[in-house]
């Protein structure tokens, strides 16, 4: 067995630390290019739209509407998004058009729009396919124009 002088120590410490470098460097460049950091593509022109966006929230809060939103597996296999809109009232509330997207918490490339059909007074589903399993965030608006109303919930679909 050799005896440990400085000299081993010196290098035991460099090599120790090198591959600790070597690791996080590698880490670094694959998260740089993997992910640009930003979750919204324009977020100077979201800033710039957010007054109106506090006044569409505001126009929301005295209407009163609330979603129940609901997210499942239909036989097809395609993803089902079911919507039931209710006024300040408890009562169902009927819009010309309601939209839904399937956000996913990660990765933006898998988001999926879907414009969600009436079924009933206050009730809308719409189907989309090739939807992976896994946690959504499911955000249902009207469309610009219509009577402001926006709900975003995280559901898991299996």
Do not use: C
């Amino acid at each position: 067995m050799r005896k440990l002088t400085g000299r081993g120590v010196l290098l035991l410490l460099i090599a120790f630390f090198g591959v600790i470098v070597a690791v996080d460097s590698g880490f670094i460049a694959l998260a740089v290019a993997t992910y640009r950091g930003e979750d919204e593509q324009r977020p100077y022109l979201q800033g710039v739209e957010f007054n109106r966006t506090l006044e569409r929230r505001a126009v929301q809060r005295q209407l009163g509407w609330r979603a129940e939103v609901r997210l499942s597996r239909a036989r097809s296999g395609a993803a089902q998004v079911d919507v039931t809109l209710r006024g300040k009232d408890g009562g169902p509330e009927q819009v010309e058009a309601l939209n839904a997207e399937l956000r996913h918490p990660v990765d933006e490339g898998r988001d999926r729009a879907l414009r969600l059909a009436s079924v009933g007074a206050g009730h809308y589903v719409g189907e989309v396919k090739g939807v992976a399993p896994g946690a959504w965030d499911v955000v249902v608006s009207t469309p610009q124009g219509a009577a402001p109303f926006e709900a975003s919930t995280r559901l898991w679909l299996h």
